[in-house]
RNA sequence: GCCCGGAUGGUGAAAUCGGCAGACACAGCGGACUUAAAAUCCGCAGACCUUAAUCGGUCGUGGGGGUUCAAGUCCCCCUCCGGGCACCA
């Protein structure tokens, strides 16, 4: 019988090998013509449609010219959510555009001597293609936003001039990262272990310019805070930023300076921040940032200080360029003055140390070695006193240094006995209440620099006016009112990696007129970093065509909140920090409505390939046109969901995506071998034997599994795995298909099912087999199937039986049999009879749950 | 140092709630078909012991302990890998 089959098999294999061989580099390109011929295929319908609504969103790519397997695989998951949610009957709007301002386009202008706009502008046009070949449902004709034209950035320009009016954009003079290789700022994402991205032996330089900033910092507390509603965002993501915002609540303590003999008439003390006033007792020196303005101030009267001063912040420069800031050692020079303990009254010495960081709280600490551990090393170096002032209970001689809060306090005046948490809130109360402090909170998140000395970004549409005529700000800096917008990026510009600001060269950009005085007016030069442009890129896809406004605020409050979002992590802190600033400031501006951009975010793992991620310079680059051009779109993208759950790194093995181009050619010639006789199909499917109860019983539960995927896990690898079950069992049932023993009504159900469950996955199959069969429509407007319980379920059971928790044997039982049938059964098999020889039953566990039902024998 | 992930066959992985470990694939091996190959189809496949072969048995989810009738899954400790933060007071 099984070589009858065999041979039966293998003869119908290549009889028809040739005449339905399945041949993607045919049919995608086919379908492919005919999607793009319609350019509202995949368009979202209007507001009043009366579907629910899903925004499903990818994060754009930056038009590099290379489609790389992590861009195929963060939309080939977005799409299956996009064309599963359209079979769903959810009006999906499902956009794409590119970040297209930025540092690479001005290499290759310099390198090939390309004009950045045509070099960028010839990669997108080629991304953009390959998309299309992918078979992505983006509905580009609608949505299609591109940061770097002017019908873009001049909202850019626009949202800055907001911003400048509402006091949430300043210019301040700043220390920036600087690389002398590339001539300009870089962005703090662009500097690896301290040296430039693009040259690794460059140590990044900390220069001090005149930079824009947006005032991220106002937003610090609801950014913070907001991170605890985000249930739809990773735990590692909200972490992350929760991290970088890094918010520190304590108390800001003055200290007063004891008048020193050189200078008899000095008065002003140190403010120290400290998150620890419970410990203030214990302290035992003051520790100043080397840049603190007191120690710059004695230091012009002390040369030995001076110079001590000097080294150290030299040491903290080289350590901070070289990423080491965090494992400096520790120095220090006491200063000779000493500062009033404001609790005790106790004199303690000033000392300048070099791990004291002059950008963070007051640049100023109060020094308790025996509950900080730098504090601990640095007095054990110089023998500064410790004094132990916490202590837990039961461990008053504990060694130190201790830095636990579960504790109270000893040796502390009046608040002596109280807990730390206690003591913190009443001291800094009491330090209010007289006058020398007061509760405070530093945050990391500094605010946001913008300013970039590059050509290929937005202009900051400002100037300067010459005659010191003051518009509205100091210095003569005057907004451009908006008719004025946009400031275009002027076309031909020589672009070098010397001398400041390309734009600076341009002179009729350069030369205008002060817009309030009417005088000679010098425009900035600087352009935007172009975080900004993706900072509300996808406000702008609900209405990308709008000339008069950013965007129509009914629109996007139509579509916002992003229902889903979908990147790599590595846009944790900046990118998804910037939205999100950007939102709140947009409902501020009254513009929309909700306070955050996305309700959930995925982030999915990235594409490795032996091992590591894909480089150039690793020369493991996988190339999806090869990738297509051998196994198809379909095997490609399908690949990357079967190969590992979405959020997990995902190891490119060409073997795999041959297999998954093995299976669609399987199903192919299922579909292609049965559609006429299911084509003929009338009448409804019916699980009339036990075959036909069986294939439906299948498909049902393969629907219900992957319905189930899409809107919890996305384990879309099971669900491919569900699918190739499915198709298994059906092509092992070939032979009884062939005999008729299947109605052409449950045929026809069974594969039109099939090409449905396949469409999220494999679009341009199961649009050709849609058609092959002769279906009406187009397979992805069709509505998703629904799984049928009844159909689902199992006749029979397999009863795993336990004894001692080891598997004694698997026995076969009506689903629908009662404990007494199942505690029967199971003491009735041979082989559990076997294990039971000699032995007490001391329970007999029937286990009856929704994921199956399993005997245990505990068996003496 | 702190905070997140992760570790399962030769490989990618599955096991959603504590209930049959290894689904589904890849690579491999054997067979059918073929003059041959490709393609296709059928089958085998965690390790070890036992056996002529079956049957059968033991071990097995990074390591060590624990809870439980039952642990990849829960608890405690540890190792290694990946990521984030880091003299942040």
């Known amino acids: 019988m099984d070589q009858a089959r065999t041979t039966d098999a293998a003869q119908r294999g290549a009889e028809q090998s040739e005449l339905l061989r399945y041949n993607p580099g045919e049919i995608e390109p086919r379908w492919q013509a005919l999607w793009d011929a319609q350019p509202d295929v995949y368009a979202a319908e209007p507001h009043t449609c009366g579907k629910p609504k899903f925004y499903c969103l ?118 920036v990262n600087w690389c002398p290789q590339c001539a300009t700022v870089l962005a703090n994402e662009q500097v690896v272990a301290g040296c430039c991205w693009r040259h690794e032996d460059q140590i990044v330089e900390q220069r001090e310019l005149e930079q824009w900033f947006l005032r991220i910092t106002r937003y610090a507390d609801e950014l913070l805070d907001g991170l605890a509603n985000m249930a739809g965002w990773p735990e590692k993501v909200r972490t992350m930023q929760r991290n970088w915002i890094g918010r520190s609540e304590g108390a800001e303590v003055e200290f007063a300076v004891e008048a020193a003999s050189s200078a008899p008439e000095e008065s002003a003390g140190i403010t120290v921040f400290t998150t620890r006033i419970d410990t203030i007792f214990g302290a035992t020196s003051i520790q100043l940032a080397p840049q603190h303005a007191l120690v710059r101030e004695w230091a012009k009267t002390d040369s030995a200080l001076f110079g001590a001063v000097d080294a150290m912040i030299a040491q903290q420069k080289a350590a901070r360029e070289t990423g080491d800031i965090g494992n400096i050692e520790k120095h220090g020079v006491a200063t000779g003055r000493v500062a009033i303990n404001p609790f005790t009254g106790g004199k303690l010495p000033i000392w300048v140390a070099n791990y004291i960081l002059a950008d963070y709280g007051t640049g100023a600490i109060m020094s308790v070695p025996a509950h900080d ?25 504990a060694p130190l240094p201790y830095s636990g809060e579960d504790a109270s306090l000893l040796d502390s005046g009046d608040w002596t006995g109280e807990s730390c948490a206690a003591a913190q809130e009443k001291m800094a109360l009491f330090a209010q209440k007289h006058g020398f402090g007061k509760k405070s909170t530093t945050y990391r998140l500094k605010d946001w620099g913008i300013s970039r000395q590059r050509y290929w970004g937005t202009p900051i549409p400002m100037v300067y006016c010459e005659r010191g005529h003051d518009g509205l700000s100091p210095g003569g800096v005057v907004p451009l009112p908006e008719s004025a917008l946009p400031v275009l990026l002027p076309e031909q510009v020589e672009i070098t990696q010397q001398g400041g600001s390309p734009l600076g060269k341009v002179a009729e950009f350069l030369h205008t007129r002060c817009p309030v005085c009417g005088g000679p007016a010098r425009r900035e030069t600087d352009t935007m970093d172009t975080f900004v442009d993706s900072s509300w890129y996808f406000y702008r896809y609900t209405d990308a065509k709008n000339a008069l406004q950013p965007f129509d605020s009914q629109t996007a409050n139509y579509w916002f909140p992003i229902d889903q979002y979908i990147g790599g992590v590595e846009h944790a802190i900046l990118h998804l920090i910037y939205s999100r600033f950007w939102t709140k400031v947009m409902r501020d501006m009254g513009l929309i409505r909700n306070s955050e951009p996305a309700e959930r975010l995925f982030t999915q793992g990235m594409v490795i390939k032996d091992g590591a991620k894909m480089s150039k310079s690793k020369g493991n680059v996988v190339s999806p046109d090869e990738m297509i051009a051998r196994y198809g779109a379909d095997a490609t993208r399908m690949y990357a969901l079967f190969a590992a759950p979405p959020d997990r790194d995902l190891e490119w093995q060409e073997e795999g995506v041959a297999g998954i181009s093995r299976f669609l050619a399987r199903v192919y010639r299922l579909v292609s071998r049965y559609k006429v006789s299911a084509g003929e199909a009338n009448g409804k499917p019916a699980a009339e034997s036990e075959l036909e109860q069986r294939l439906l019983r299948t498909l049902h539960q393969t629907i219900a599994k992957i319905t189930e995927d899409f809107q919890a896990r996305w384990h879309f690898n099971t669900c491919i795995a569900a699918i190739m079950i499915l198709v298994n069992e059906i092509t092992g049932e070939e032979m009884a298909l062939d005999r008729g023993e299947v109605s052409s009504a449950t045929l026809a159900e069974l594969l039109r099912n099939l090409i449905l469950l396949l469409t999220p996955f494999a679009p341009f199959l199961a649009a050709e087999l849609w058609q092959q069969m002769g279906c009406s429509g187009q397979v992805f407007s069709q509505a998703w199937p629904v799984a049928d319980a009844e159909l689902a379920r199992e006749s029979e059971i397999e009863l795993p039986v336990q004894v001692n928790g080891k598997l004694a044997n698997v026995i076969k039982l009506p689903a629908h049999a009662d404990e007494a049938t199942i505690k029967a059964a199971s003491l009735a098999d041979e082989r559990v009879i076997a294990r039971l020889v000699d032995k007490t039953i001391v329970k007999h566990l029937v286990i009856d749950k929704s994921s199956g039902k399993l005997v245990n024998l505990v068996v003496k």
């Open 58 to 175: 990818e994060m754009l790519p930056y038009p590099s010219g290379q489609l790389h397997m992590g861009h195929v695989r963060n939309y080939a998951i977005g799409d299956a959510l996009a064309r599963f949610m359209r079979m769903r009957g959810y009006n999906v709007l499902h956009p794409m555009g590119w970040d297209a301002f930025g540092l690479p386009a001005e290499n290759a202008a310099i390198k090939n001597n390309t004009p950045p706009r045509e070099w960028t502008l010839k990669n997108m046009a080629k991304m953009k293609a390959q998309m299309r070949r992918i078979g992505y449902s983006y509905d580009w004709a609608g949505t299609e936003v591109t940061t770097c034209l002017p019908e873009y950035y001049r909202w850019n320009q626009w949202f800055f001039l907001k911003m400048v009016e509402r006091g949430l954009a300043y210019r301040k003079s700043s220390k």
């Open 373 to 397: 551990e730098r504090d601990f090393e640095f007095a054990s170096r110089y023998g500064l006193p410790i004094k132990r002032v916490v202590a837990a209970r039961g461990e008053e001689d």
